[in-house]
Each structure stands twice: as C-alpha cells, then as structure tokens.
C-alpha cells in the first residue's frame, strides 16, 4: 500500500463565501473528505497490485486535482481534448491523448505541447498514423503510438488482432513514432463489479488474442491500458492490463453508485441548489435544471430522475427545464421550504463539471476553497 497522501488544502488564501449559504446557486460543491479518500483508494489500489494509474482529467478537468493525483503515484494523466493537454502540460510531463487524432486543427495543437512533455497518443487507423507522423516531423518531435483495440464498445478501436499487428507495424515503420503498446476501454461493462465474471473472462480473451498476435509478430505491446471507473477495482484480474484511465472515481456520481461500482457516500461531487418554489403540492422546484445537472439517464430506466438528493436519496429530480429542477416529494414526508438550500447527486459528473467554470471545496458547512475548471471548454 502506499502511503496516504496530506488532505486537500488551499493552495492560496481563499477569499470566497465561508458557508454553503453564501454560495450564489446552483454550484458544484465538493466534500473534501471523500474526494481525497477516492484518491487515495484508488491510487492505492493500483500501486498494491503494482499497474501505472494514469487518471482521465475529463471528470475534473482541473490541475489542482491532477497535482493531487500525481502527488499520490499517478504516472501521468490522460486527456481527450486539446484543450486539457494544454492545461495539463503545467502539471505534468506525461500525457496521453486517448481520442482519435484526426483533424488538422486538432493535431496542430496537440503537437504544440510544451516540449517536455512525453505525449502518448491512441489511435485506431492508418491515416491517423501518417497524419500524425507527419506531423510530428513538422514539429520535429517524437509521439509515442498506442494501437487502440475495440474489446466490446464498439466506438472507437481495431476489431482484428490482424489489423492491430498491421498498424504497430506501421507505427514502427515511422521514424517520428515510437510503438508504445495497446490500449482499449471497456465502457461497455456496466453491471456491478460482483457481475462482471463473464464480461471480464471475454475481455480477457480478447486481449490476450491481440496480445498474442502483438507479440508473435515482434511487437509485443510494452504496454497494456485500460481501465474505466465500473471496472477499476477488478483490474488485477486482467493480467495484461499494465495501465488504468479512470476518471469518474474522482468524484463519483449516481450513476457509478447505480452500478455499484461505489456507494453514495463516495459522491463527492453535489449540485448546491435552492429551492425556488414549493406552489405545486408535491414537488419542490430548485435551481438546478439542465444547464446544472445535464440530462444524462440512469442505465437502469427503472431508477427515475436525473439527479437524486443527497440527504434524501429516494427524491429524484424527476423533471427539468433549463433553470428549474422539478423534486417529486410524492414518496416522502419531507417537505423543503422556498430558500432551503439541498445538494444534489448528479447522475453524471462530468458534464456537470464541464458546465461550471468554478467548483468549490467543502467541509461539512464550511466553504474551504475553490478551484477553476480550467480546462473545460475548446478555447
Ligand atoms: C478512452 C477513455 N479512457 C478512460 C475513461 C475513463 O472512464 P471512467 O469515466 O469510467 O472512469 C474514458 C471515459 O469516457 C474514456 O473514454
């Protein structure tokens, strides 16, 4: 295990709002206590069973929150726009760039990356290889390549072994890239982590198959990464797997809680919402609509809502519209007041995330901080 790291402090002096209440809703809103206890079982977890942990900052979109990771043994980060290797270059020197680099636009700026900073790309296509070449040698600077594998999503990713070999061979054939090994992610197993034995069997299977045919070919991958936030803590149980990209585990979300893949004690995320209105019996009407909370469905239709709240997990935020949040409170006997304020549970957090420029850092009532979202956005 490793050593836990200090808990989240300020790094300046923080000069906003000392309480919830004189928050200005709605309001991302972070416990402090349970964001660092998600860095430190996860960064735990991956050093006791010795895989490199390189975070997905898409969930936090934060260099605050990325130094903390690194601070706790993370390799290095990864990122899916642009705009977040810009960010992240001030707090690390090793990234990876795990979406498509297609576009001149967007490997233009990719290849504008600080020098030192080591960059890693997936890819799943020969022209996303030469592009990429040539571009580096117009940087005059060397990529690091990933064959990116589909292993069951069926988004993004190779779907032969074949035409994996193909492509490291491609890689390898370029003087600009560098083959750095195999990467695919498993989104498509969402069911709780006592359920996945046979979708992790699978999984198994076809990595070792592409694997395989990596390595009789003389390319054996030097490294193997994957890794979601459902599928994080089984991991051991892939033994090709060298490397994780979680990134929701930073913050959790009803959603992950709904797969049970953590409880709703580990969200550390909430909306901070007020109650606007209470006129319509049975429902209380917050702040939080849309533009707050994103419209993201549970993956079990079952389980209404868009949001649930924090203290009152069974009320659900039924329906929205941009500014509003409609709280069905046909199932309980709490009734809130107009001007109560309530945290939500998001069902998920990235967006939310993605649509503040401000997160605060809480404990218990107290406002300790604030951070930046600094690389939400294209710019
Ligand atoms: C390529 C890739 N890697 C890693 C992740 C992180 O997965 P999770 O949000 O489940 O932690 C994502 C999430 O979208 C992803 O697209």
């Not at 977040?84 to 504008?112: N, Q, W």
């Not at 003087?175 to 750095?180: H, T």
């Not at 033994?239 to 797969?259: F, S, W």
């Amino acid at each position: 295990m490793t050593p836990l790291a200090d808990p989240i402090t300020s790094p300046g002096a923080y000069t906003g709002p000392a309480t919830l209440a004189g928050i200005e809703t709605p309001a991302p809103v972070v416990d402090l206590g349970r964001l660092a206890a998600n860095l430190d079982r996860t960064a735990a977890y991956a050093a006791s069973h010795g895989i490199a942990l390189r975070p997905h900052v898409k969930t936090h979109k934060s260099p605050l929150i990325a130094r903390e990771q690194l601070r706790r043994g993370a390799a290095g980060l990864t990122c899916a726009t642009v705009r977040e290797v810009e960010v992240m270059s001030a707090v690390t020197d090793d990234v990876l760039f795990a979406y498509p680099p297609i576009g001149g636009p967007r490997l233009h700026r990719l290849l504008s990356a600080p020098p030192p900073v080591r960059l890693t790309v997936s890819l799943d296509s020969e022209a996303a290889i030469d592009a990429l070449a040539d571009a580096a040698a117009a940087a005059g600077r060397s990529v690091r390549v990933y064959v990116e594998a589909d292993v069951g999503m069926h988004r993004v990713g190779v779907t032969s072994a074949e035409h994996a070999v193909s492509l490291a061979r491609r890689v390898a054939g370029r003087r600009e890239l560098e083959y750095a090994g195999l990467a695919f992610y498993a989104g498509h197993i969402r069911v709780p982590p006592a359920k996945q034995d046979e979708r992790l069997a699978q999984l198994n299977q076809a990595l070792g198959t592409i694997v395989d045919a990596l390595t009789a070919a003389g390319l054996k991958p030097p490294a193997v990464s994957g890794g979601s936030t459902p599928t994080l803590w089984r991991t051991h149980e892939l033994p090709a797997v060298t490397e994780i990209r979680p990134g929701t585990y930073v913050y959790n979300d009803r959603m992950t809680a709904d797969l049970g893949a953590c409880t709703l004690d580990q969200c550390a995320l909430t909306v901070l919402a007020t109650v606007v209105s209470t006129s319509v019996p049975d429902q209380a009407v917050v702040d939080a609509g849309t533009k707050a909370l994103g419209r993201d469905p549970l993956d079990d239709a079952s389980h209404a809502g868009f949001g649930a709240v924090a203290d009152h997990p069974d009320v659900v935020v039924s329906r929205m519209s941009e500014e509003h949040g409609i709280l069905d409170l046909r199932g309980t006997s709490w009734r809130p007041e107009t001007g109560d304020l309530v945290r939500i549970i998001p069902n998920h957090v990235c967006v939310v995330v993605h649509l503040n420029d401000v997160v605060y850092g809480v404990r218990g009532e107290r406002v300790e901080m604030s951070w930046p979202v600094a690389a939400r956005g294209r710019v």
